[in-house]
Protein backbone atom coordinates (compact mmCIF):
# COMPACT_ATOMS: atom_id res chain seq x y z
CA UNK A 1 0.00 0.00 0.00
CA UNK A 2 1.02 3.51 -0.49
CA UNK A 3 -0.68 6.99 0.33
CA UNK A 4 -2.13 9.05 -2.34
CA UNK A 5 0.01 12.62 -2.85
CA UNK A 6 -3.51 14.26 -3.31
CA UNK A 7 -5.96 12.47 -0.40
CA UNK A 8 -3.43 10.98 1.55
CA UNK A 9 -5.88 7.78 1.25
CA UNK A 10 -3.96 4.50 1.77
CA UNK A 11 -3.93 3.01 -2.09
CA UNK A 12 -2.53 0.19 -4.41
CA UNK A 13 1.43 0.26 -5.38
CA UNK A 14 0.17 -0.44 -8.65
CA UNK A 15 -2.37 2.05 -9.03
CA UNK A 16 -2.08 4.71 -11.68
CA UNK A 17 -5.74 6.08 -10.54
CA UNK A 18 -6.35 7.26 -6.76
CA UNK A 19 -9.40 5.35 -6.25
CA UNK A 20 -10.83 8.19 -3.73
CA UNK A 21 -9.88 11.50 -5.24
CA UNK A 22 -10.11 10.31 -9.08
CA UNK A 23 -6.22 11.96 -9.58
CA UNK A 24 -3.87 10.39 -11.97
CA UNK A 25 -0.37 9.08 -10.24
CA UNK A 26 1.59 8.80 -13.26
CA UNK A 27 3.33 10.47 -15.94
CA UNK A 28 1.90 8.14 -18.59
CA UNK A 29 -1.80 8.14 -16.66
CA UNK A 30 -1.65 11.89 -16.92
CA UNK A 31 -0.65 12.32 -20.23
CA UNK A 32 -3.72 10.47 -21.61
CA UNK A 33 -6.14 12.24 -19.30
CA UNK A 34 -4.08 15.34 -20.89
CA UNK A 35 -7.16 16.85 -23.51
CA UNK A 36 -5.92 16.40 -27.80
CA UNK A 37 -5.17 19.98 -27.65
CA UNK A 38 -2.78 20.45 -25.22
CA UNK A 39 -0.51 17.52 -26.49
CA UNK A 40 2.84 18.33 -27.72
CA UNK A 41 2.80 17.95 -31.42
CA UNK A 42 -0.54 19.69 -31.77
CA UNK A 43 0.81 22.63 -29.91
CA UNK A 44 3.59 22.51 -32.08
CA UNK A 45 1.55 22.31 -35.60
CA UNK A 46 -0.52 25.12 -34.19
CA UNK A 47 2.01 27.44 -33.62
CA UNK A 48 3.11 27.06 -37.78
CA UNK A 49 -0.68 27.46 -38.57
CA UNK A 50 -2.25 30.02 -35.90
CA UNK A 51 1.15 31.61 -34.50
CA UNK A 52 1.16 34.02 -31.25
CA UNK A 53 -2.70 33.06 -31.44
CA UNK A 54 -1.79 29.10 -29.93
CA UNK A 55 -0.58 30.63 -26.72
CA UNK A 56 -4.15 30.88 -24.87
CA UNK A 57 -4.05 26.86 -25.13
CA UNK A 58 -0.18 27.30 -23.90
CA UNK A 59 -1.30 29.00 -20.81
CA UNK A 60 -3.89 26.46 -19.69
CA UNK A 61 -2.20 24.02 -20.33
CA UNK A 62 -2.11 22.03 -17.06
CA UNK A 63 0.81 20.03 -18.37
CA UNK A 64 3.49 23.05 -18.44
CA UNK A 65 5.12 25.03 -15.31
CA UNK A 66 4.62 28.76 -14.93
CA UNK A 67 8.32 28.77 -16.30
CA UNK A 68 7.72 27.03 -19.22
CA UNK A 69 4.70 29.07 -20.23
CA UNK A 70 6.75 32.29 -20.02
CA UNK A 71 9.53 30.78 -22.24
CA UNK A 72 7.45 29.35 -24.74
CA UNK A 73 5.36 32.49 -25.05
CA UNK A 74 8.68 34.58 -25.10
CA UNK A 75 10.10 32.51 -27.73
CA UNK A 76 6.75 32.26 -29.68
CA UNK A 77 6.68 36.30 -29.69
CA UNK A 78 10.62 35.98 -30.75
CA UNK A 79 10.15 34.30 -33.57
CA UNK A 80 6.75 35.95 -35.04
CA UNK A 81 8.47 39.03 -34.34
CA UNK A 82 11.49 37.91 -36.82
CA UNK A 83 8.76 36.72 -39.35
CA UNK A 84 7.19 39.70 -39.36
CA UNK A 85 10.89 41.51 -40.10
CA UNK A 86 11.45 38.91 -43.15
CA UNK A 87 8.15 39.76 -44.34
CA UNK A 88 9.15 43.14 -44.46
CA UNK A 89 12.38 43.04 -46.05
CA UNK A 90 10.88 40.30 -48.37
CA UNK A 91 7.65 43.35 -49.52
CA UNK A 92 10.39 45.87 -49.72
CA UNK A 93 12.60 43.53 -52.21
CA UNK A 94 9.59 42.82 -54.12
CA UNK A 95 8.78 46.70 -54.35
CA UNK A 96 12.19 47.60 -55.70
CA UNK A 97 12.23 44.67 -57.91
CA UNK A 98 8.73 45.87 -59.36
CA UNK A 99 9.99 49.54 -59.52
CA UNK A 100 13.23 48.37 -61.25
CA UNK A 101 10.82 47.22 -63.65
CA UNK A 102 9.13 50.10 -64.22
CA UNK A 103 11.62 52.55 -64.91
CA UNK A 104 13.31 49.04 -67.41
CA UNK A 105 9.21 49.40 -69.50
CA UNK A 106 9.28 53.30 -69.37
CA UNK A 107 12.88 53.19 -71.19
CA UNK A 108 11.17 50.94 -73.58
CA UNK A 109 7.88 52.83 -74.06
ZN1 LIG B 1 -6.34 10.34 -3.81
Redesign the pocket.
Known sequence: MKK?P??A?E?QDEATK?R??G?FLTQEAKEQKLKWYYRTPFLIFGFFIAGPLILPVVWTNPKFSRTTKIVITVLALGVTGLLIQLSAVTIDAMLKHIQDLDSTFKGIL
Open positions: CFCEICFCE
